[in-house]
Nanobody
Framework: QVQLVESGGGLVQPGGSLRLSCAAS????????MGWYRQAPGKQREFVAT???????NYADSVKGRFTISRDNAKNTVYLQMNSLKPEDTAVYYC????????????????WGQGTQVTVSS
């Protein structure tokens, strides 16, 4: 397993941008599929984006075209670039890691970060 620590959350106005980072410790980071999920108050956690060990990406329809997931294996870090933010993007964002992308697609993961708050408000 890997240990994950998210950073980069904060308060941003509608239409603004933020970049979240998730730093992983442990071995073999490059072999892990990575994902971002979010949970808004009173709602269930939902899928945002995933990236495989090979760099293939997948996005929720609600963020497609606005968010970009990427990874830097040399830095053991995965990123979520969020542009054109909307109030409905307000949530706690969680980073997840698992050796198998299918596990992430089911909303499960071997490792989760502690979450970082993103608030989109004027």
């Amino acid at each position: 397993q890997v240990q994950l620590v998210e950073s980069g959350g904060g308060l941003v106005q509608p239409g603004g941008s933020l970049r979240l980072s998730c730093a992983a410790s442990g071995s073999n980071f490059s072999r892990y599929a990575m994902g971002w999920y979010r949970q808004a108050p009173g709602k269930q956690r939902e899928f945002v984006a995933t990236i495989t060990s090979g760099g293939n990406t997948n996005y929720a329809d609600s963020v497609k075209g606005r968010f970009t997931i990427s990874r830097d294996n040399a830095k053991n870090t995965v990123y979520l670039q969020m542009n054109s933010l909307k109030p409905e993007d307000t949530a706690v964002y969680y980073c997840a890691a698992d050796p198998f992308i299918a596990t992430l697609y089911r909303g499960r993961a071997g490792s989760w970060g502690q979450g970082t708050q993103v608030t989109v408000s004027s």
